[in-house]
């Protein structure tokens, strides 16, 4: 079974704090994605990572950085958190050859 | 600006009925239309997704109908169970890398 984790389920953070979301997966995945999502607006990329140390800015970049040092895992760094960075973030991963993508339990994060 | 848009936002049927979710988009390059189930406190997960050269795929109680011509795509869950009750996401994908654009997403309660 593949799986993907995420380092913590819940974080409160305040306004201008640096701000790390880890994501491992277990399955040797070439391809890994951060998504947000928020109600009504459904899961929105952030970035993706096609390789170790390769990535690529998503739809919605403005404000996150990302870090992939290894290939099972793939960081989100939020430099200067504000409050419109409150939402749920989503970690996935993919292998090159097939289309599914693996979801992780996403990361609850509060920004006040 | 939404490239899939999905509606209804949210949606109680009985138990039996048949829930209809539907999506379209307007990029004619999209090539693969998946659906995302999730339930509360958990990732989304792949529940079915089909190809624009075949205009319906059926797995189990679960049903994807697409008109290519009509850019429009939709869910249909047969004889909905309880245990259906979960947010719907439909999602198309764009480029390389496996990138999903994702709808807005529809809460489906299915009442006993």
């Known amino acids: 079974d593949v799986k993907v984790t995420q380092s913590s389920r819940y974080l409160v953070k305040r306004t201008g704090e640096k701000v790390f979301l880890e994501c491992v997966q277990d399955m040797d995945h070439e391809n890994m994605f951060w998504y947000r999502q928020d109600p009504g607006l459904g899961l929105r990329l952030i970035y993706f990572?096609?390789?170790?140390?390769?990535?690529e800015k998503g739809d919605i970049p403005e404000g996150y950085s990302v870090s992939r040092e290894k290939k099972e895992r793939f960081s989100l760094i939020l430099e200067s958190a504000s409050t419109n960075q409150t939402s749920m973030y989503l970690c996935?991963?993919?292998?090159?050859?097939?289309?599914?993508?693996?979801f992780g339990p996403g990361t609850r994060l509060l920004v006040l | 600006q939404q490239q899939v848009k999905q509606s209804p936002q949210s949606l109680i049927v009985q138990k039996g009925g048949i829930p209809i979710i539907n999506c379209a988009y307007e990029n004619t390059a999209f090539d693969y239309f998946p659906w995302y189930q999730q339930f509360p406190g958990k990732g989304p997960a792949l529940l079915i997704a089909?190809?624009?050269?075949?205009s319906e795929k059926k797995e189990g109680r679960f049903t994807i109908s697409f008109n290519k011509s009509a850019k429009q795509f939709s869910l249909h869950i047969m004889d909905s169970q309880p245990g259906d009750s979960a947010t719907y996401f439909c999602a198309a994908r764009k480029g390389g890398y496996n990138k999903l654009i994702f709808g807005a997403g529809t809460r489906l309660a299915v009442h006993p």
């Open positions: 990572s096609y390789d170790v140390k390769m990535k």
């Open positions: 996935a991963s993919s292998p090159p050859a097939q289309e599914t993508q693996y």
């Open positions: 089909i190809r624009p050269d075949v």
